[in-house]
């Protein structure tokens, strides 16, 4: 199937590894020219560099802490000098610290809000008027089964993710008279960095190894093993390509079946 993504202009945030970085790799193995971001500039290039090698697309590196505004107009403005307009944004976040209610305090609440929320926000507004003027418009927001289930101890997930679909979805019915389509993607557990860095963490907490914490969450997983970070790529990819032009508002599970929930 040709998705009709070579030579479109995309933006990933916070894409020096993970689902962010399986989404870049992915959007550059269908010929998409790139700009990708990180904290870190030497991180970012250094994700840029294995990407440009594997598939020979433009791509380019920018330093950018997604809670900050500017950093993120930084982002977008970067892709329209390089490559002349935006097709495609893909927000991503590092996600929110664990915690529950009572845990939370109040700057943790502000923070997440900037990191989490306002950063689709501000991407969406950087993006809109150059995906209006080209034409194209496919804005894709990576968020967490937590949309659909909330999570034990992640308030500030449960919370921001929400605020993100509700966001996206109204954005999807004014949005879609001009070509440009919102959509949600929603990894249940995928095997990234954090997945290993989250499971030390339980493990440290409860006693238990590393592999019995992994496990448990196996368990839990109708297919049975975790996600791979290009399984959950596809459907990124996907949503950003000309086939997926009759699909705005909707929220995609990437989760092994996880979630029971019917909607
Ligand atoms: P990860 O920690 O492996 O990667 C996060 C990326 O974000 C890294 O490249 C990091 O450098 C970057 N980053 C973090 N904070 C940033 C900031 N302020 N500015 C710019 N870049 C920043 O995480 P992941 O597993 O790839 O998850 C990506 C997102 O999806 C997170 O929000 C996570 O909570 C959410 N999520 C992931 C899973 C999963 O199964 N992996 C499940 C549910 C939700």
Redesign the pocket.
Known sequence: MDLGLKGKRAVV??????????CAMGLAQEGCDLVI????LE??EA?AEKIRGATGVRITAVS?????KA?IENVVATCVEQYGGVDIVVH?????PAGGFEATAEPSWYKAFE??LM?FVWLSHAAIPHMKAGGYGRIIA?????IKQPIPNLVL?NAM?TGVLGTAKTMAGELAPHGILVNVV??????????D?LNQANASKSGKTVDEVRQATINRIPLGR??R?DE?ANMVVFLASEKASYITGSVMMVDGGIVAALQ
């Open positions: 945030l916070a894409a020096s590894r993970g689902l962010g970085y399986a971001c990180s904290r870190s991180r970012a994700a950018a802490d997604v809670s900050q950093d991503n976040a590092g996600g929110p990191q989490n950063s990576i968020t967490s089964s937590s997930s993710r929603a990894p249940g557990t995928i095997a990234t960095e954090r997945i860095e975790l996600g970070p959950f």
